[in-house]
T-cell receptor
Framework: DAKTTQPPSMDCAEGRAANLPCNHS???????VYWYRQIHSQGPQYIIH???NNETNEMASLIITEDRKSSTLILPHATLRDTAVYYC??????????????FGTGTLLAVQP | GAGVSQSPSNKVTEKGKDVELRCDPI?????LYWYRQSLGQGLEFLIY????????KSGLPSDRFSAERTGGSVSTLTIQRTQQEDSAVYLC???????????FGQGTRLTVV
């Protein structure tokens, strides 16, 4: 079970910020939120992850609510190359079988020119 | 190599034949995953190797599927007596440790005719 809920699709205008939501209401205290994306015909690509605090890197920002039951991935200036399926995943950060990455159905982000 | 390498990139086989798919992870990565992705579908977890621990085989769909990881490096996914429903892209990923980002290969496209 993916343990996350995401909208199946979203549109975004090129140059605008893309805000992708994810619900993970059953998240445990030791579970991180990870985001990956998969551009058509390619393998998935890691974007960012976080536990409690908001995180930012060269690709995106991750905003996690205080109760940790939901999060938002923000692409600040979307380009056509950001068109992809975006996956939100929760996983524990310890060794063992429960650490495996389980992908849900994701959100298809279509960046429009 | 710089990334995860999978071979062959494409494989066409006749129904009932056995196939072997190879994954060369990034050097030094202790965790290795296999997934499959049918056309237009999400990623289905198959198996997960972590260091010297027993692999998590919970995602293998039937006993026709097996995987090995020799010497903690190269992995081979074997499908015996292939069926048409086995047609999919088989993706391999590796990560430095169990709790770090996973890097994916480009996949092997398997077609069973």
């Amino acid at each position: 079970d993916a343990k996350t809920t995401q909208p199946p699709s979203m549109d975004c205008a090129e140059g605008r910020a893309a805000n992708l939501p994810c619900n993970h209401s059953t998240i445990s205290g030791n579970e991180y939120v990870y985001w990956y994306r998969q551009i058509h015909s390619q393998g998935p690509q890691y974007i960012i992850h976080g536990l409690k605090n908001n995180e930012t890197n060269e690709m995106a920002s991750l905003i996690i609510t205080e109760d940790r039951k939901s999060s938002t991935l923000i692409l600040p200036h979307a380009t056509l190359r950001d068109t992809a399926v975006y996956y939100c995943i929760v996983r524990v950060d310890t060794s063992g079988a429960t650490n495996k990455l389980i992908f849900g159905t994701g959100t298809l982000l279509a960046v429009q020119p | 190599g710089a990334g995860v390498s999978q071979s062959p990139s494409n494989k066409v086989t006749e129904k009932g034949k056995d196939v072997e798919l190879r994954c060369d992870p990034i050097s030094g990565h202790t965790a290795l995953y296999w997934y499959r992705q049918s056309l237009g579908q999400g990623l289905e977890f198959l198996i997960y190797f972590q260091g010297n621990s027993a692999p998590d085989k919970s995602g293998l769909p039937s006993d026709r599927f097996s995987a090995e990881r020799t010497g903690g490096s190269v992995s081979t996914l074997t499908i015996q007596r292939t069926q048409q429903e086995d047609s999919a892209v088989y993706l391999c990923a590796s990560s430095l440790r169990m709790n770090t980002e996973a890097f994916f290969g480009q996949g092997t496209r398997l077609t069973v005719v």
